[in-house]
């Protein structure tokens, strides 16, 4: 600001200026102090700007408060999946035997009190199966399982770290067969006329989409406030047309997003 004044008002002392010039000296000091109070002002608003933004950022990131009730939020839980599948088939006939599925579940539960809510699952297990078609065994290649399900929950056994629920729900299972890629080939007679049939190697199993109900429950550990591991999911699934039975195990973490605590 010194810099900016004349040499007469610098050092905090009004020299008199040479010239009569003391009229000229008194307009130029008092713009500059004009100037100077519009800029402390627009940095004043710009501060209480900056500061109403932090105040809400810092109410958005600080947990709710400990009275309010629990339960009620939306909870998201991710992790691996095991899946168990029944065999299907015969020995005279094309079929797959009882398999050993891996992959993923993906559910979400949306609190409407602290014992009931609502949940829903989108799950997808892969693997290869043995099989057979009539005595000639194989390995089916490409095969997968998705299931999506919906339906209430609740929440059974709940204290500061543990969290116990149950569910039953109903939805729709995807079943995709893949090839089933045979261990020798099937030599198919010759026809009596025409070139000879090439002998059997594979066979493209099946899809299936098919309704579906399951039961099952959840046992929770709170890791933090914020965060829990599940550490037991399992489920019993059962399909219609055709009529049969899996059975899941999941385990995996769970995220509390809007969890009221």
Same mark, same amino acid.
């Given at each position: 600001?010194? /810099? ?9 002392? &009004?020299?008199?200026?040479?010239? *009569? ?5 008194? &307009?130029?000091? *008092?713009?500059?102090?004009? &100037? ?14 900056? /500061? ?8 958005? /990131?600080?947990? =709710? ?16 999946? =095991? ?27 949306? *609190? ?7 949940? $829903? ?15 000639? $065994?194989?390995?089916? +290649?490409?095969?997968?399982? =998705? $299931?999506? &399900?919906?339906?209430?929950? =609740? #929440? ?26 045979? +261990? ?18 594979? #066979? ?16 929770? #550990? ?21 009529? +049969? ?8 973490? #769970? ?7």
């Amino acid at each position: 600001v010194a /810099c900016g004044l004349p040499r007469c008002l610098r050092n905090g002392r &009004l020299r008199r200026a040479p010239g *009569g010039a003391s009229r000229f000296v008194s &307009l130029i000091f *008092g713009r500059g102090l004009h &100037l100077m109070q519009r800029k402390l002002f627009q940095g004043r608003r710009l501060q209480r700007l900056y /500061c109403g933004l932090a105040a809400v950022v810092l109410i958005t /990131c600080l947990p =709710y408060p400990a009275t309010a009730q629990r339960g009620t939020g939306v909870d998201v839980f991710g992790g691996y999946s =095991y899946l168990r599948t029944d065999s299907t088939g015969s020995a005279t006939t094309v079929g797959v035997d009882a398999a050993n599925l891996q992959g993923w579940e993906i559910s979400a539960r949306a *609190g409407l009190t602290p014992r009931l809510g609502l949940w $829903a699952s989108f799950s997808g297990q892969y693997g290869s199966p043995t099989g057979n078609v009539g005595r000639v $065994a194989g390995t089916a +290649r490409g095969s997968r399982w =998705y $299931a999506f &399900l919906f339906g209430p929950s =609740y #929440v059974a056994k709940q204290s500061d770290n543990i969290e116990f629920a149950l569910h039953a729900a109903g939805g729709v299972v995807r079943t995709t067969g893949g090839t089933l890629q045979l +261990r020798e080939p099937i030599v198919q007679p010759p026809p009596l006329f025409g070139p000879p049939v090439p002998p059997i190697t594979s #066979v493209k199993l099946g899809d299936d989409t098919s309704p579906a109900l399951a039961v099952g429950g959840s046992l929770d #550990v709170r890791l933090t406030d914020r965060l829990s591991w599940r550490v037991l999911h399992p489920e019993l699934v059962v399909t219609f047309s055709p009529t +049969r039975h899996f059975a899941r195990l999941s385990t995996g973490l #769970v995220f509390h997003l809007s969890r009221i605590r």
